[in-house]
């Protein structure tokens, strides 16, 4: 096996895929608008593929309007649990969706229900497909409960040091919403935020270490909504000039009000289009839903380092350099010759247990148990045989470390590279042969299918008249 290859990707029941980002869209808003990019329904704004599905029943007005939505939840829930089905149906690795107000799935529990919901189904209908629980991030809300402590903010934070006053809260977070007044009781219903003291422009008498901007409406610091942003609530476009002028305005006179603001977090999916500005005007971090979204399906994605088999890891002590370089890096505190040596064989002991127990741990179908014993006791051996090999060579080397000469030194070089070479032979030969064994067990499975389609011919034939 080379070294830049993946060995997991050959383990029965991985397939990491393509990943891609499921999105949850509101019924019956945005079908004929131009979106930005940075808007989550542009796929400009993704590094990855988006995927869509709609979800019945839930419109912006319902997410707008706390009490009608509370008492929907079954059939928010029958809705949701439909489109996520779809979403991982069709490969979705994370899902988000195309509205911040989306949270209310989470402060209710209906998204995690959904998921699960879905996730029984669909291993209910194909048993054989091994489908993929996805993460679930539906706004930039999600992340304020953990980076509240990040700043100071909390119950618990507050317990530590001198204890602050209402009159002197300091706001630390800045929220950018859609929809000010819906925002506001969102937030005092997730269980993770409870103690979290919430303010508004509009009410700056209250003070709090959360500062809710409702776009929509007069926590706009010049007494009213933002000019151009109506667009969001109706579904049509918006016109960027006007908007991002707008937004730059109100971020500069919100950091010179709340100078001690250290993170904002975009929760109206189309104000990502205007994260930077933000960022820019009020030289804070922002969390829109893009980089959120991001996030959550990298969490499916490999790293660009290669996480190698044992054989590819003998491998890398081929010469001098390349072995302090490797063992300095991955054996950090092994100094001895012997105890690198006795990392590696444990390794490789470990490596041939492993595929050892995943050849035996193949369950047959009827019909076949003689043959697979046969399969079964050849690889065995086969198994044992290499193992012993192994061991053989591994000891051969250990005996003769501790008296081991310096002038001896090159030789010990040559001699692991000679056994890395062998047991990099041994591993492709033993996989060879499980491929076919494999192979062959899958044959007659296939004929065992046709058999059973013949019999059941036959019998239907006989029953007839």
């Excluded at 925002?183 to 269980?191: A, I, Q, R």
């Excluded at 933002?226 to 049509?236: D, N, P, Q, W, Y």
């Excluded at 006791?377 to 060579?393: F, G, R, S, V």
């Amino acid at each position: 096996m080379s070294t830049d290859t993946k060995w997991y990707q050959v383990m029965p029941g991985f397939d990491q895929g393509s990943p891609k980002l499921g999105v949850l869209r509101l019924k019956g808003w945005g079908e004929d608008y131009l979106s930005l990019p940075g808007d989550i329904d542009d796929e400009r704004s993704w590094a990855y593929p988006i995927i869509h599905e709609v979800v019945e029943k839930v419109t912006f007005e319902l997410l707008c309007n706390p009490t009608e939505f509370k008492k929907s939840t079954e059939t928010v829930l029958e809705g949701v649990t439909v489109a996520v089905q779809k979403l991982i149906k069709r490969g979705a690795n994370a899902l988000i969706a195309n509205c911040g107000l989306f949270m209310w799935l989470h402060a209710v529990g209906i998204i995690e229900a959904a998921v699960d919901k879905a996730m029984d189904q669909l291993n209910l209908q194909n048993p054989d497909h091994k489908y993929r629980r996805p993460t679930v991030m539906l706004s930039s809300l999600n992340m304020l409960p953990a980076y509240l402590p990040t700043l100071g903010l909390g119950e618990q934070q507050r317990g530590v040091g001198p204890k602050p006053s209402e009159a002197n809260f300091d706001c630390r977070v800045v929220v950018f919403t859609s929809n000010g007044d819906s925002c506001m009781e969102l937030l005092k219903s997730v269980p993770q935020l409870k103690g979290c003291k919430l303010t508004r422009p509009s009410t700056p008498h209250i003070k709090g270490e959360v500062l809710v901007v409702g776009l929509n409406a007069n926590d706009v610091l010049d007494g009213g909504p933002l000019r151009g942003f109506e667009a969001v609530a109706e579904g049509t476009p918006l016109v960027y000039s006007v908007v991002q002028r707008g937004v730059e305005k109100v971020a500069k006179a919100l950091k010179e009000a709340y100078p001690s603001i250290a993170l904002a977090i975009v929760e109206c999916t189309q104000v990502s289009s205007f994260s930077d500005t933000i960022r820019c005007a009020m030289d804070v971090d922002v969390i829109d839903p893009i980089n959120l979204g991001t996030s959550a399906l990298e969490l499916s994605v490999d790293h660009k380092f290669v996480q190698d088999d044992p054989a590819s890891r003998l491998m890398q002590v081929k010469d001098k350099a390349e072995q302090a370089k490797q063992l300095k890096l991955s054996l950090g505190r092994c100094e001895k010759l012997d105890k690198v040596v006795e990392v590696y064989k444990a390794e490789v002991k470990e490596y041939n247990s492993e595929m050892q127990k995943k050849l035996l741990s193949t369950q047959p179908e009827e019909g076949q148990l003689d043959d697979l014993e046969k399969l079964k006791d050849i690889n065995a051996k086969e198994i044992a045989a290499l193992m012993e090999t192994n061991k053989k060579q591994w000891d051969d080397i250990v005996a003769e470390i501790p008296n081991l000469p310096e002038e001896a030194q090159r030789s010990e070089e040559r001699n692991l590279e000679k056994i890395a070479k062998q047991h990099q032979k041994n591993f492709a030969e033993m996989r060879a042969q499980h491929a076919m064994n494999f192979a062959k067990m899958k044959e007659m499975r296939q004929n065992n299918e046709v058999r059973k389609e013949q019999i059941a011919l036959l019998r239907k034939r006989q029953a007839q008249p």
